[in-house]
């Protein structure tokens, strides 16, 4: 394990593998190095890439300091742009994708922008996330119920049928995603306002000034594809690509070449 110092002094972890340019992966919620997808991603991309995958900060090996912003998430994505060589390709899944595009919106030196399916809702082919869904995420924490907040965030947050939440309750990774539920509040801050089912709000993206890949599944549900269409409209410039076969649940291999092809292109 490598770390970098974020700008707040917070201690990010990351591992560094392969060779070429640099390339950072930047996980959705709860996921880090060791739970999710971006190591077996970064072991696909790591014969063309040095690729960075790192834990965001309250998750893995990551330090946390209190009070938190989105702005402290993307001095940690500068922190690790600076460790890499001063410039790199990012790609962002989810509420990575979220916060990847806020770092582009930020001026980091970032060369080129992949995202994945940030879950935004943009009209009625879903009902909206509740307006106190932040509140209630606060408040399970606050009160030491994590797993209350993972209910809410599946549930409410992403849709998940609930018989799969229950069975989640009773898997090993269960664990695992209680310890890194107070995240969950972070993400959350990264959709406020983009969730209420009405159009994305005017010019939040204009400032995006670097070339982006906007992708989604071709097997996801119509309100995910919705919400990529129109951030791919709303991005200056965007180019927009649907995976075929895939879901939210994106396979490393099927995104691989094209992120290999984008970022090389």
């Known amino acids: 394990m490598s770390t970098v110092t974020s700008q707040d002094g917070t201690t990010i972890a990351y591992t560094r593998t392969g060779s070429g340019p640099a390339v950072i992966l930047v996980d959705g919620a709860m996921c880090h190095r060791e739970f999710g997808p971006a190591t077996p991603l970064a072991t696909e991309l790591a014969p063309h890439f040095t690729v960075y995958t790192y834990d965001r900060r309250g998750r893995g090996e990551s330090g946390d300091t209190e009070p938190f912003s ?15 060589g001063g410039t790199a390709l990012v790609y962002g899944i989810s509420s990575g994708a ?20 940030f879950p935004l809702v943009v009209d009625d082919t879903r009902p909206p996330v509740p307006s106190d869904y932040t509140e209630r995420l606060e408040k399970a924490i606050a009160t030491g119920r994590p797993g209350t907040a ?5 549930r409410e947050g992403v849709r998940v049928p609930a018989p799969v ?15 890194v539920a107070p995240t969950l509040r972070y993400d959350a801050a990264l959709f406020d306002g983009l969730h209420d089912g009405t159009p994305l709000p005017e010019g939040r993206w204009a400032g995006v000034s670097v070339p982006t890949l906007v992708m989604d599944g ?5 309100w995910i594809r919705n919400g990529v269409a129109a951030l791919a409209k709303a991005v200056p410039g965007a180019e927009h690509r649907t995976i075929e076969g895939q879901t939210h649940m994106l396979k490393p291999k099927a995104v691989a070449p094209v992120l290999i092809d984008y970022f090389t292109g």
């Open 70 to 84: 989105v702005a402290r998430e993307v001095e940690d994505i500068a922190a690790l742009i600076k460790e890499a």
């Open 98 to 117: 979220a916060l990847a595009l806020e770092a582009a919106k930020a001026g980091l030196p970032i060369t080129k922008l992949a995202v994945y399916e």
């Open 150 to 154: 993972i209910k809410t965030f599946m």
């Open 165 to 179: 939440v229950f069975m989640m309750q009773l898997m090993p990774a269960w664990p695992k995603l209680k310890k």
């Open 218 to 222: 071709g097997k996801s549900p119509a």
